[in-house]
């Protein structure tokens, strides 16, 4: 047994199971019942319809980087459409950010603590990150491999090569076409070494580091740009990416009440708050180790880059709405103070140091755990999809494949599950109705133009939107529609497109 442990495969192959077991819980996981979580959804949908020839940005709107999308669409493209292919794409992507996330924390701790680590974030990431295909978990791969090479600079050759820069520069375009916001780990750590190569005088190495990141990071852009030239969308995709979320986010709000914004995300995704404080405790306790202890630190500049980061992200995680899968991005400077944790015991106890450890781990994991594998159960057990399936009897009864039918609402479900392609370039409407007043006029708009959809489907979020938004739909509803006497479950209404029309 001894041996079996300390082998050189097993850490990954302890890393291949548990990333097996987190994505079981995943929507698009083989022979799954469950349904997609309203962002995975839209990306789904979004793909699918690129694939089909629509533009993104243009005629089927969302507020997400490219990069998104090619990865629905790589994982689409796997298995012929089968949403398996995103899953096993999404395995591999899990595969790569613990692989490198262990070879980083190998740089300051043994082959157990590491495990025990990595095996603690990825619980918490898998209970937040609702299967998988969000923007955070694509994002993770990037961010790890980055930081696996800036932890390299801090603690063993203080330079990068020109493959370094490369990776580091691509990986930070590429998490940037995911969502610019994300980028905060490259951002943190970028300014410290800055700081360390002025304060060291290394001129050249700025020149040299400057010229290289630069070219890498155009040569990255370059086949992003090219494709939104060729396809006519360069304002579109601008004002999509950028525009958008800069209104989005100074209308609801940018870093206001970090703390407030987790705990009110937690208590509305129904998530007990006391596992997280766990984590919350140990990441202040190793900031306030940091700083007391300071002196002591051997690599005192990479202790305050992720210092720097926590916090970086920390902001980034309170802006706009705050939802709980922000927090993934946590996911790989959370190692660092959790693996100092396991570290204490270790070095500390007097005796049975390790059992502790386990046994520590496992409490700090319980609840995690049990959540994850309660998904499973339901994600196999049980039929999720019996309100989908009541929806696309109505929509196949009134209206045929090449009809085009509304979702009024976000559940991008609909289309998928029914096969129908949206009427309106705004798929979803809630919040970005409310957000940009020329989203509401020209959403508004579609409905003078003919034909109007057969069928319109009013969800949940339509009965969020605001007093003044929901009243103008609901009279057009009333002018061209009539409502179906079909009880439906989550206040979902079917509307049918009058005779006359």
Request: hydrophobic share 50%.
């Amino acid at each position: 047994m001894t041996k079996i442990l300390s082998a050189r495969l097993t850490p990954y192959l302890i890393l291949f199971f548990l990333c097996l077991f987190v994505l079981l819980k995943s929507s698009v996981a083989p022979f799954s019942n469950e349904v997609h979580y309203i962002d995975s959804s839209v990306f789904i949908y979004t793909a699918k319809q690129m694939i089909a020839g629509q533009l993104v940005y243009k005629e089927v709107f969302d507020h997400k980087g490219l990069m998104l999308y090619f990865l629905n669409i790589i994982g689409l493209k796997i298995f012929n459409g089968n949403l398996v292919g995103i899953w096993v794409l999404q395995f591999f992507c899990y595969l790569l950010t613990t692989t490198f996330l262990y070879k980083t924390l190998r740089f300051f701790y043994n082959k157990k603590i590491s495990i025990l680590s990595i095996t603690t974030v990825l619980l918490y990431q898998s209970v937040i990150d609702f299967g998988g295909n969000i923007t955070e978990t694509w994002a993770l791969p990037f961010t790890s491999i980055a930081l696996y090479i800036f932890t390299q600079y801090f603690v063993k050759q203080k330079q990068f090569s020109v493959v370094q820069l490369f990776l580091l520069s691509s990986t930070f375009i590429l998490t940037l076409f995911l969502r610019p916001n994300l980028v905060s780990l490259w951002g943190a750590f970028g300014i410290v070494v800055i700081f360390d190569l002025i304060q060291s005088k290394r001129w050249t190495d700025i020149l040299f580091y400057t010229f290289y990141i630069l070219i890498f990071c155009l040569l990255t852009i370059m086949p992003f740009f090219l494709y939104v030239y060729l396809k006519g969308i360069v304002k579109d995709s601008i004002f999509s990416m950028f525009t958008f979320n800069f209104i989005y986010s100074s209308k609801t709000g940018m870093g206001s009440g970090i703390i407030k914004a987790f705990i009110s995300s937690l208590i509305m995704m129904g998530y007990p708050i006391s596992t997280f404080i766990y984590l919350g405790i140990i990441v202040l306790t190793y900031i306030l180790c940091s700083i007391l202890y300071f002196k002591e630190i051997l690599y005192k500049k990479f202790v305050i880059a992720v210092i720097a980061s926590i916090f970086v992200i920390a902001f980034s995680c309170s802006i706009g709405y705050s939802f709980l899968h922000y927090y993934v991005q946590f996911v790989p400077v959370l190692i660092f103070p959790v693996a100092t944790f396991f570290s204490f015991f270790v070095k500390n106890l007097p005796k049975k140091k390790w059992t502790f450890a386990v046994f520590f781990c496992i409490i700090i994991n319980l609840y995690c755990t049990y959540k994850i594998i309660q998904d499973i159960h339901r994600n196999y057990s049980k039929d999720n999809k019996a309100l989908y399936n009541e929806i696309n009897k109505v929509v196949s009864q009134y209206t045929t494949s090449a009809d085009k039918i509304l979702v009024m609402g976000n559940d991008e479900n609909v289309y998928l599950f029914t096969n129908r392609v949206s009427s309106s370039k705004y798929t979803y409407i809630f919040p970005i109705i409310g957000i940009d007043k020329n989203i509401e006029v020209s959403y508004l708009t579609e409905f003078d133009k003919f034909p109007l959809p057969k069928l319109i489907i009013t969800d949940d979020h339509f009965t969020i939107l605001s007093d003044d938004i929901r009243n103008k739909l609901t009279m057009i509803l009333r002018e061209h529609y009539e409502m179906l006497d079909i009880n439906l479950e989550k206040n979902y209404s079917i509307w049918k497109l009058k005779e006359q029309e």
